[in-house]
């Protein structure tokens, strides 16, 4: 777990202007947080608004207390994501956006020098849910 938490605040930008941004924090396992982590993985077109993103257990609606991907350009369609561990939710997210890149013909490219770490919380669509 502690390599999902070194990834926290951070942004990547793909040469096509979609940005990604990760937000990790410990928290007290739980039944729908047994790993104590919660986190939100997104996917941001240029305008900021997200395109895909994966996240544990506050649901839409909050009764639903999964983790869940947010599907490409369908962000509010859920399905239950099985959370194996740190390796595989970076590969699995990853490899969403690589698909989302293919279904849209840009490629999957990320810019070296463009890495933030971001400092403030600036919005509410990549904040963790509770």
Known sequence: MRRLLDFDRRRYWLANGWSV???????EASAARPHGIKYAFTLHDHDGSRLLGFDNAHGIPRAQTYDHPHKFRRTRQLVAYEFRGA????????TAIEEACRQEEVPF?????????????????TQIAD
């Open 87 to 94: 390796d595989e939710l970076i590969c699995d997210f990853f």
């Open 21 to 27: 941004r990760i937000r990790v924090a410990e928290v």
């Open 109 to 125: 490219e990320f810019e070296a020098d463009q890495v933030e770490l971001e400092v403030e919380e600036d919005d509410d669509d």
